[in-house]
Protein backbone atom coordinates (compact mmCIF):
# COMPACT_ATOMS: atom_id res chain seq x y z
CA UNK A 1 0.00 0.00 0.00
CA UNK A 2 1.51 3.58 -0.74
CA UNK A 3 -0.15 6.83 -0.36
CA UNK A 4 1.55 9.90 -2.15
CA UNK A 5 0.66 13.45 -0.32
CA UNK A 6 1.05 16.46 -2.35
CA UNK A 7 -0.27 19.96 -2.11
CA UNK A 8 2.47 21.60 0.39
CA UNK A 9 4.29 24.49 -0.23
CA UNK A 10 4.65 28.49 1.16
CA UNK A 11 2.27 30.41 1.84
CA UNK A 12 1.59 33.76 3.73
CA UNK A 13 -0.72 34.13 6.78
CA UNK A 14 -4.16 34.12 6.20
CA UNK A 15 -3.50 31.96 3.45
CA UNK A 16 -4.79 29.01 1.87
CA UNK A 17 -3.69 25.33 0.51
CA UNK A 18 -5.21 22.39 -0.02
CA UNK A 19 -3.34 19.37 0.24
CA UNK A 20 -3.87 15.49 -1.36
CA UNK A 21 -3.50 12.13 -0.61
CA UNK A 22 -3.39 9.49 -3.16
CA UNK A 23 -3.86 5.93 -2.22
CA UNK A 24 -3.06 2.86 -4.09
CA UNK A 25 -5.75 0.50 -2.62
CA UNK A 26 -9.61 0.88 -2.86
CA UNK A 27 -10.76 3.20 -0.36
CA UNK A 28 -13.05 0.24 0.89
CA UNK A 29 -9.96 -1.84 2.06
CA UNK A 30 -9.08 1.38 4.58
CA UNK A 31 -10.98 1.26 8.03
CA UNK A 32 -9.62 4.92 9.04
CA UNK A 33 -7.89 8.16 7.55
CA UNK A 34 -6.35 10.71 9.21
CA UNK A 35 -3.92 13.91 8.77
CA UNK A 36 -0.82 14.31 10.86
CA UNK A 37 1.92 17.30 11.49
CA UNK A 38 5.05 17.14 12.79
CA UNK A 39 6.65 21.12 13.78
CA UNK A 40 10.25 21.25 13.82
CA UNK A 41 11.12 20.15 17.44
CA UNK A 42 7.48 18.80 18.38
CA UNK A 43 5.96 15.53 18.11
CA UNK A 44 3.65 14.45 15.46
CA UNK A 45 0.20 15.61 16.44
CA UNK A 46 -3.25 14.36 14.62
CA UNK A 47 -4.69 16.88 12.98
CA UNK A 48 -8.03 15.60 11.07
CA UNK A 49 -8.93 12.22 11.33
CA UNK A 50 -12.32 10.34 9.44
CA UNK A 51 -13.43 7.44 10.90
CA UNK A 52 -15.27 4.47 8.23
CA UNK A 53 -18.75 5.66 9.29
CA UNK A 54 -17.58 9.27 7.72
CA UNK A 55 -17.26 11.01 10.65
CA UNK A 56 -14.66 13.82 11.02
CA UNK A 57 -12.82 14.85 14.12
CA UNK A 58 -10.41 18.17 14.47
CA UNK A 59 -7.38 19.51 16.43
CA UNK A 60 -8.79 22.03 18.54
CA UNK A 61 -6.60 24.23 17.32
CA UNK A 62 -7.68 24.24 13.37
CA UNK A 63 -11.46 23.50 13.81
CA UNK A 64 -13.49 25.93 11.33
CA UNK A 65 -9.55 26.52 9.68
CA UNK A 66 -9.29 22.76 7.99
CA UNK A 67 -11.64 20.74 6.75
CA UNK A 68 -10.88 17.01 5.94
CA UNK A 69 -12.38 14.76 2.93
CA UNK A 70 -12.31 11.70 0.87
CA UNK A 71 -13.14 10.81 -2.61
CA UNK A 72 -14.00 7.00 -2.56
CA UNK A 73 -14.12 7.30 -6.51
CA UNK A 74 -10.54 8.98 -6.88
CA UNK A 75 -8.67 6.73 -4.20
CA UNK A 76 -7.86 10.06 -2.20
CA UNK A 77 -8.12 11.86 0.68
CA UNK A 78 -8.37 16.02 0.90
CA UNK A 79 -6.92 18.66 3.65
CA UNK A 80 -8.54 22.18 2.36
CA UNK A 81 -6.73 24.45 4.97
CA UNK A 82 -7.75 27.78 5.31
CA UNK A 83 -6.66 31.11 7.44
CA UNK A 84 -3.49 29.33 8.39
CA UNK A 85 -1.14 30.57 10.71
CA UNK A 86 2.32 30.72 11.28
CA UNK A 87 1.81 27.67 14.20
CA UNK A 88 0.52 25.56 11.16
CA UNK A 89 4.17 25.36 10.02
CA UNK A 90 4.97 21.51 9.81
CA UNK A 91 5.41 18.70 7.69
CA UNK A 92 1.70 17.22 6.92
CA UNK A 93 1.46 13.54 6.75
CA UNK A 94 -1.60 11.40 5.45
CA UNK A 95 -2.24 7.92 7.30
CA UNK A 96 -4.84 5.02 6.45
CA UNK A 97 -5.81 1.89 8.64
CA UNK A 98 -7.05 -1.61 8.27
CA UNK A 99 -7.93 -4.53 9.56
CA UNK A 100 -6.37 -7.51 7.11
CA UNK A 101 -6.29 -11.51 8.07
CA UNK A 102 -7.42 -10.28 11.66
CA UNK A 103 -4.07 -8.12 12.01
CA UNK A 104 -3.87 -3.75 12.49
CA UNK A 105 -1.98 -2.34 9.62
CA UNK A 106 -1.45 1.23 9.31
CA UNK A 107 0.36 3.57 5.99
CA UNK A 108 1.82 6.44 5.96
CA UNK A 109 2.53 8.82 3.06
CA UNK A 110 6.21 10.91 3.09
CA UNK A 111 4.74 14.37 4.11
CA UNK A 112 4.56 17.33 2.85
CA UNK A 113 5.85 20.87 3.77
CA UNK A 114 3.60 23.39 5.06
CA UNK A 115 5.36 26.50 5.62
CA UNK A 116 3.85 29.81 6.51
CA UNK A 117 5.41 32.37 6.92
CA UNK A 118 5.16 36.33 5.70
Known amino acids: VQLQACGGGLVQPGGSLRLSCAIS????????MGWYRQAPGRQRELVAS???????NYLDSVKGRFFASRDNAKNAMYLQMISLEPEDTAVYYC?????????????WGQGTLVTVSS
Open 95 to 107: KVDQIYNGAYLEY
Open 25 to 32: ISMHAINN
Open 50 to 56: ITSGGGV
